[in-house]
T-cell receptor
Framework: DSGVTQTPKHLITATGQRVTLRCSPR?????VYWYQQSLDQGLQFLIQ???????AKGNILERFSAQQFPDLHSELNLSSLELGDSALYFC?????????????FGSGTQLSVL | SQELEQSPQSLIVQEGKNLTINCTSS?????LYWYKQKYGEGLIFLMM?????EEKSHEKITAKLDEKKQQSSLHITASQPSHAGIYLC?????????????FGGGTRVLVKP
């Protein structure tokens, strides 16, 4: 158990809909990262938050947004969903935002867009 | 990521045999991480290498970092069915924005009993 909690584990929805994925980092970790994993793209970095502020941005679509709340949990919002958004979404956390820190991953949310 | 290439993409090994996975970076590494993923599950941290020539071992898994080549190898000795899964290398690059890892495409390992 990594200590990172993601909910829900599975999500099935239709095209055009909006969903919210939730992540609780390990106790004491200030950084939260979101990754998307698909068969064709592999594991892609989406966005990082550190202590409530956006720290780094990767290949995140404009239809997607995220935030980190004062209690450090984070939510990833996906809107106007398309079939291609079907993927496994991971959250990870680390203690700080320095290079060289180990990332702890949650077990992921499997999103299926039908 | 093409900036971080893993090889092979997949391999099947007989139980008890050794295997090696390579990870090559096109940019200067600050750190190189190895993670293992069981199919459909989260990533489990294996090892992190930061210094050129560094070598770390855990149980039957050994990882090395060749700073000159910007390359790391992961070696499993006497493989067991529990070693099956997807192995991913992740890179921290010098001067990269934020503390984020970029991952290679992964190597799928199947161990035949």
């Amino acid at each position: 158990d990594s200590g990172v909690t993601q909910t829900p584990k599975h999500l099935i929805t239709a095209t055009g809909q909006r969903v919210t994925l939730r992540c609780s980092p390990r106790s004491g970790d200030l950084s939260v990262y979101w990754y998307q994993q698909s068969l064709d793209q592999g594991l892609q970095f989406l966005i990082q938050y550190y202590n409530g502020e956006e720290r780094a941005k990767g290949n995140i679509l404009e239809r997607f947004s995220a935030q980190q709340f004062p209690d450090l949990h984070s939510e990833l919002n996906l809107s106007s969903l398309e079939l291609g958004d079907s993927a496994l979404y991971f959250c990870a956390s680390s203690e700080g935002d320095r290079a060289g820190e180990k990332l702890f991953f949650g077990s992921g949310t499997q999103l299926s867009v039908l | 990521s093409q900036e971080l290439e893993q090889s092979p993409q997949s391999l099947i090994v007989q139980e008890g045999k050794n295997l090696t996975i390579n990870c090559t970076s096109s940019k200067t590494l600050y750190g190189l991480y190895w993670y293992k993923q069981k199919y459909g599950e989260g990533l489990i941290f294996l090892m992190m290498l930061q210094k050129g020539g560094e070598e770390k071992s855990h149980e039957k898994i050994t990882a090395k970092l060749d700073e000159k080549k910007q390359q790391s190898s992961l070696h499993i000795t006497a493989s067991q069915p529990s070693h099956a899964g997807i192995y991913l290398c992740g890179a921290d690059w010098v001067a990269a924005a934020g503390n984020k890892l970029t991952f290679g495409g992964g190597t799928r390992v199947l161990v035949k009993p």
